[in-house]
């Protein structure tokens, strides 16, 4: 991909004749000419209720701080003297734009002017003005942006079960990162993740979420207005309870099971004719809920690949599989409706299915998720939309099992989703972030995914193109010189130098943590010399990357991490290969190498995250 040019603020710079915005808008015009941002400039909210436009009003001030360098307070009357405004922010029940988060930014020799028939449009014009400004400075083009989302819900799903739980300033963070591309909700993929006070075995070394810091968590989205979506697993991926001894007699397969993913040596789902189970549910919801305003909440109930393995056995082989779990998931659908709320769940399994798909009820969101980019979104969309059942389109950033990403595969996904979720008519898309195995990735990795799926659900026509290594470069890595998101394109990208594609994860990645005997990567000595190569190459990059973040140094250091995560994994997948004879001298020059990994690991995870998990994460890195 080709990098253009990203300007500076320099006051005598030319105007770049194409904004760098993320997500690009639905209509820009360029009106030619300059605004400069002069001092002692006033922000004037014009609503009926200015309050709550404070926290928007806020946003602009501390950009054009930052930026122009001017401070300008913000007023909630238009009765000022003539000149003395510099933007205004109105929401206007007759607003030229009048689709919902829809806004319209105008930017004239006479000041700039956002108006929204909402107040979550108004925020998202002034985040397109926030990105204006980083790249302008205090001159900015006179320009008009017309702007509003193809997709209603536009979230992120980051997985904070397989042992990563980030601490409470990375969690904002992330909000605020997520806030400025247009995300609109947010969920933490939860199993035991959350500090349940009534079951506290379940949690006591997993460093969890507490209900006092979801609620805090929940106002600082509220804020940015994005929906802290309720996640808890409820049917399968129960393992984390079904191991305890208090729980294990709830599971399916109490002592594991053949499944058709292979031998499962603990139990994974819970039991559905048990009337313990249901009662288990009952009370995790009654205690988690209460801590969330969302009206929605997603149960999970994916991947029951154990359901009708031993205790369900004889009802599964009477009524059907399929029936068994639609008859569970009615009842877990019945204790959502209790508590008020729209049920969401994943709809793999239902799919399996598809014949029981008009028996859902009408109000539930089934999430119609995969990672890979030729996944069947157009032919399971279409079995959604001919039942009537609402849904997401769910891709992923593909991180997963990857260390450094998958960057072509994690683009095709994300727009394979936001083409046929379009088509078929998905009233949401969600971006799944996951950590299974570990969770060895850095979370930097994933901003690729977060932005390309940000903007191509935004608006799909103007962003499927997009520059993503240039926009991510400015916006999400705050380096103008564009090497950050180029670089970071690129790490993304050195598993196709593998041939052998694949199931969501990287040869590398794989390398890192599996079994030698059960490696089974299909390659040869000249690609793992190509990877080495280029991972050495990007190595050699990380310290002349420029990044106006505070947390650049640390940036850097994951950056690094990760490389030297998919080294080692490819030195293993040479080891796998080497002649028996030589396996002991190359499994010694390892040793001292995975030794460094892991101490850097537990540095870089404690930087961000919270020591639960981290002692299992290590224990999946192999010698």
């Known amino acids: 991909m080709l990098l253009a040019t990203m300007p500076t603020k320099s006051k005598t710079e030319s105007v770049r004749p194409s904004p760098n915005l993320l997500p690009e808008p639905r209509h820009l015009e360029l009106a030619g000419g300059l605004l400069t941002c002069d001092a002692g400039k006033l922000i004037v909210v014009d609503s009926a209720h200015p309050d709550q436009l404070l926290f928007t009003a806020q946003e602009a001030q501390r950009a054009l701080s930052a930026y122009a360098g001017v401070t300008w ?17 109105a929401i206007s029940n007759h607003a030229a734009n009048p689709n919902p988060q829809g806004y319209t930014l105008t930017i004239r020799a006479g000041g700039i002017t956002i108006t929204a028939a909402d107040h979550a449009g108004a925020f998202y014009g002034v985040m397109t003005l926030v990105q204006l400004l980083r790249q302008y400075g205090d001159r900015l083009p006179l320009l008009d942006i017309e702007d509003y989302p193809d997709f209603p819900a536009r979230g992120i799903m980051l997985d904070i079960s397989r042992d990563k739980v980030p601490a409470m300033k990375t969690l904002f963070d992330l909000v605020d990162l997520l806030a400025g591309i247009k995300i609109n909700q947010l969920q933490l993929y939860t199993e035991h993740t959350f500090a349940y006070r009534r079951h506290p075995a379940v949690w006591e070394h997993a460093s969890p979420l507490t209900g006092e810091e979801i609620l805090q968590l929940d106002a600082y989205c509220r804020a940015r207005y994005i929906e802290l979506v309720p996640n808890q697993n409820s049917f399968g991926h129960m393992h984390r309870w079904l191991t305890l001894d208090q729980y294990r007699p709830l599971a399916e397969a109490p002592n594991g099971c053949d499944t058709r993913w292979g031998r499962f040596d603990e139990p994974f789902t819970l039991c559905p004719g048990d009337p313990g189970s249901i009662q288990l549910i009952r009370e995790m919801y009654e205690e988690l809920l209460p801590h969330f305003t969302s009206p929605m909440f997603n149960v999970g109930c994916d991947e029951t690949v154990d359901l009708g393995a031993e205790r369900s056995k004889a009802e599964c082989e009477e009524k059907g599989t399929g029936r068994v779990y639609l008859d569970f998931l009615l009842k877990i659908y019945d204790l959502v409706k209790q508590h008020g709320r729209t049920m969401q769940f994943w709809g793999d399994i239902i799919m399996e299915h598809p014949e029981l798909v008009p028996e859902l009820p009408k ?125 970071a394109y690129e790490i993304g990208n050195v598993y196709r130098l593998f041939e052998t594609r694949l199931h969501n994860a990287t040869a ?116």
């Open 363 to 487: 109000d539930v969101i089934a999430l119609e998720w995969g990672y890979e980019y030729d996944h069947p979104f157009n032919d399971h969309g279409a079995k959604f939309a001919a039942s009537g059942i609402p849904f997401y389109v769910c891709p992923g950033t593909s991180s997963l099992n990857s260390i450094g990403g998958r960057t072509d595969n994690a683009m095709g996904n994300l727009l394979n989703a936001a083409e046929n979720g379009l088509k078929h008519g998905a009233i949401g898309y969600l971006i799944t972030d996951w950590g299974d195995n570990g969770h060895h990735q850095p979370l930097p990795i994933s901003y690729l995914g977060y932005a390309y799926g940000a903007a191509v659900s935004w608006e799909l026509q103007n962003n499927r193109d997009i520059d993503i290594a240039r926009a991510i470069g400015l916006h999400l890595f705050r380096d103008a010189s564009g090497a950050a998101g180029k670089w």
């Open 73 to 89: 307070h913000i007023h909630a009357s238009e009765a000022v003297p003539t000149g003395a405004t510099g933007l205004t922010i």
């Open 508 to 623: 590398y990645g794989l390398g890192s943590s599996r079994p030698l005997d059960q490696l089974n990567v299909t390659t040869n000595t000249g690609e793992v010399k190509r990877a080495l190569k280029e991972i050495d190459r990007l190595a050699r990059g990380v310290a002349k990357l420029d990044m106006q973040r505070e947390d650049a140094d640390l940036v850097r250091r994951e950056f690094l991490f990760a490389l030297g995560l998919m080294r080692y994994g490819t030195q293993r997948i040479a080891l796998s290969m080497a002649k028996d004879k030589d396996k002991r001298a190359l499994t010694a020059e390892l040793r001292p190498i995975l030794r460094r990994l892991v101490a850097e690991h537990r540095k870089v995870w404690l930087a961000r995250n919270r020591p639960g998990g981290l002692e299992d994460s290590v224990s999946k890195l192999r010698l």
